[in-house]
Nanobody, 118 residues
Framework: QVQLVESGGGLVQPGGSLRLSCAAS????????WGWYRQAPGKERRLVAT???????DYGDFVEGRFAVSRNNAKNTMDLQMNSLKPEDTAVYYC????????????WGQGTQVTVSS
């Protein structure tokens, strides 16, 4: 079993920056996809960014070049650098690791709160 632990959330003013980190304990395998998702109160969870073990990245449309996701396969960690934060970025941010092929898995972290407010 793998546990994902997020860190780095907090309160930031509009226009500010935060860096989220996700660390996995336990064994993960190449060929999986890690991602950041977020969920605001009363809204569905939505994709923020994903990164494959090969380094291919993808972002939600709302990111608009403000965020950058990175991954360290050797350390089993993933970061999300968030710049130019807006109040609408306020949400709980979740780390996810999933693999479609054997061994299949879909792990979630507990989430970290990001609040953008003056």
């Amino acid at each position: 079993q793998v546990q994902l632990v997020e860190s780095g959330g907090g309160l930031v003013q509009p226009g500010g920056s935060l860096r989220l980190s996700c660390a996995a304990s336990g064994r993960v395998f190449s060929g999986d996809v890690w991602g950041w998702y977020r969920q605001a109160p009363g809204k569905e969870r939505r994709l923020v960014a994903t990164v494959t073990s090969g380094g291919t990245v993808d972002y939600g449309d709302f990111v608009e070049g403000r965020f950058a996701v990175s991954r360290n396969n050797a350390k089993n960690t993933m970061d999300l650098q968030m710049n130019s934060l807006k109040p609408e970025d306020t949400a709980v941010y979740y780390c996810n690791a999933k693999r479609r092929y054997t061994p299949q898995y879909n792990y979630w972290g507990q989430g970290t709160q990001v609040t953008v407010s003056s």
